[in-house]
């Protein structure tokens, strides 16, 4: 699926959810806390996905990270000259 594909399903999900939050708060009333919570959530998760579908329409369709080559060349030792090795101490010591 594509991401405007993925969207628009999380879209419609939610839409379900905001309509069923609504026939729940008639049955329940939404004065509780509760409920309110659950109102704010839903009203918080439809900004959040709003948000994401402008940020998704802005990024261009085929924008891949930038790969970056590792040789398997090793390095040069010069280096690591005057570094200690992690968790082994410096070369001309030794654990007591």
């Known amino acids: 699926m594509t991401v405007d594909d993925e969207l628009r399903s999380v879209q419609r999900c939610l839409d379900d959810l905001y309509r069923s939050v ?7 009333g939404g004065g509780g806390l509760e409920m309110r919570r659950v109102r ?3 009203n918080h998760l439809r ?13 261009p369709a085929t924008q891949r990270p930038e790969l970056v080559t590792i040789p398997d060349t ?10 200690d090795d992690e968790g082994l101490g410096a070369r001309d010591r030794h654990a007591p």
């Open 47 to 59: 900004e959040s996905v709003a948000l994401l579908r402008e940020a998704a329409a802005t990024r």
């Open 74 to 83: 090793p390095y040069d030792d010069s280096l690591w000259t005057d570094s």
């Open 40 to 42: 704010a959530d839903t």
């Open 22 to 28: 609504g026939r729940l708060e008639k049955q329940i």
